[in-house]
């Protein structure tokens, strides 16, 4: 009934970690238990969602077999080197096989303070605990990489923010909790045997494949270039892409003030603690090449005996991310467009299109989606836009052979989670319905196919209702 833990993590020398209970709350109650992720897990359903699996799940009581720790690591926030970040508000409870033989962490965010949390209470509200569940699990269903929620559970206690507001815990599964920070944290401490026992498990975990640490560098920056593809692809800032938040294995990770971008701008930002647009829609790939060549510094001492030689090979791996990067991207935005087939026109013809979405404030979603479902001048806010455009997309499918319209759809999502939509549903749950919560969620399971009864959540926001800034929210 209760999972099956095998922990690996917990088996790694103790300077890696400190073991820490999750603090006890005062009255759990259950949110949501994501039914689909705990079948792949191996979970019982009926056991989590019992009061047994409620207070495991708040941090009332720790499974058989977990062994509850919280990781160390360090990392560069906004370029600004921490020596010393780690897990401060979330324990690693183990991990469990996966019904594919996938090794999955199972951790609880929000579960009170740890040896890491510096100033913090160690907990969440309830804000950024359902901000996350949508978010990630809407990543999932987009194909992307991602952490994954499987469940999330009121505490019963009140945190203290801006305001007093309910606190909730967060159950987040992942291939590891492992961050380019992780490896920067012994790495400072000039800890080589760490660094090596941690590319060691890095290696055994994630790229069974990698045969040294330059290939295991060269894995994580082909990861990281596709998943900042994937996400330009959808229109999604990340927001906080700390090294501390840059996942060893390439999944989207800690979802803090991200937000999917409605109207079209390449300089997009959302977060209000990103005031000089370090982390907008379009520099994500130039901070993605910057965060991995923290990675790259950090490992040196793996790569080769000889510093010259480390940092010489160190650099060739990062400078082939760009390449990467622009690959994943056409590919995806070829799709985007219906083509199958490559020519060499398609970057520019790609270009042109969101030139003409930014001038016009076309929505990202709609735009595509619209060229999908043949109808792509109504997108438009400006249709003379669309028509300078048009022609030449035009006279280029002519030349494909596949169903681009299937293409399309199957691509370009009719739904994401919009960030008006998000608010409106965090409101709800501060007055304890979380109706428009379930609601939200089951539609955005299937981005692709939009039911004519939930048409509404394709809509972008009215101007009363556009979300301007998103925040930390701890
Ligand atoms: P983030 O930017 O959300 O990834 O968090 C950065 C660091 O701050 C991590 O080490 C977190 O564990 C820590 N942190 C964030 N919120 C809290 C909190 N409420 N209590 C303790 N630590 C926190
Ligand atoms: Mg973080």
């Not at 952490?147 to 019963?156: K, N, Q, S, Y």
């Not at 293409?407 to 999502?413: E, Q, S, V």
Request: aromatic share 8%.
């Amino acid at each position: 009934m209760t999972p099956q833990f095998d922990n690996s993590y917990a088996r790694l020398p103790d300077r890696f970690f400190a073991r820490t209970n999750p603090t006890p709350v005062g009255n759990p109650g259950l949110i949501a238990v994501n039914a689909g992720l705990a079948r792949e897990l191996g979970l019982d359903t009926d056991w989590l969602t019992s009061s047994d699996g409620i207070a495991a799940l708040a941090g009332n009581a720790v499974p058989d077999g977990a062994e509850p720790l919280s990781q160390a690591y360090a990392g560069h926030q906004f370029g600004g080197w921490v020596p010393q970040l780690g897990d401060g508000r979330a324990v690693l409870l183990g991990e469990v096989i996966d019904s594919n033989g996938i090794r999955r962490d199972i951790q609880l965010k929000g579960s009170g303070r740890t040896p890491f949390s510096r100033g913090g209470d160690g907990r969440a509200w309830i804000g950024p605990v359902i901000r996350e569940y949508v978010m990630s699990e809407a990543m999932h269903a987009l194909g992307i990489p991602t952490t994954r929620a499987l469940a999330a559970v009121t505490t019963g206690e009140v945190i203290h923010r801006e305001r007093a507001l309910p606190g909730a815990v967060l159950t987040r599964v992942a291939s590891s909790h492992i961050r380019v920070g992780t490896f920067q944290y012994f790495a400072a401490r000039k800890d080589v045997e760490a660094l090596q026992a941690l590319a060691h498990h890095v290696i055994q975990r994630h790229y069974p494949d990698a045969a040294s640490a330059l290939e295991l560098l060269e894995h994580v920056i082909a990861r990281q270039a596709k998943l900042i593809a994937h996400w330009a692809s959808v229109g999604f800032i990340h927001g906080v892409m700390n090294t501390d938040n840059a996942h060893i294995a390439g999944e989207t990770i800690d979802y803090g003030p991200c937000a999917f971008m409605d109207e079209y701008h390449p300089d997009t930002v959302y977060s209000s603690i990103d005031q000089f647009g370090r982390y907008a829609y379009s520099n994500q790939p130039n901070i993605a090449v910057w965060n991995m060549a923290q990675l790259a510094t950090a490992l040196l001492p793996l790569i080769d005996e000889d510093m010259d030689t480390a940092v010489e090979k160190a650099t060739q791996a990062v400078h082939r991310f760009p390449d990467i990067f622009h690959t994943a991207w056409l590919d995806l935005f070829r799709a985007k467009i219906g083509l199958t087939g490559a020519e060499t026109g398609d970057k520019a013809l790609i270009d042109g299109l969101l030139t003409r979405m930014a001038t016009v404030k076309a929505d990202f979603t709609n735009t595509f989606r619209a060229l999908a479902e043949g109808r792509g001048a109504q997108a438009f806010p400006d249709a003379v836009a669309f028509e300078s455009w048009a022609p030449d997309w035009q006279a280029r499918l002519s030349r494909e052979t596949g169903d681009p319209q299937a293409l399309m759809r199957a691509t370009n999502p009719a739904v994401i989670p919009r960030n008006h939509r998000v608010e409106e549903v965090i409101e709800a749950a501060l007055g304890d319905d979380f109706a428009p919560f379930h609601s939200l969620n089951s539609v955005l399971a299937t981005p692709f196919e939009l039911r004519p009864k939930n048409g509404a959540y394709a809509n972008p926001p009215k101007p009363e209702q556009v979300v301007h800034q998103t925040f930390c929210g701890t």
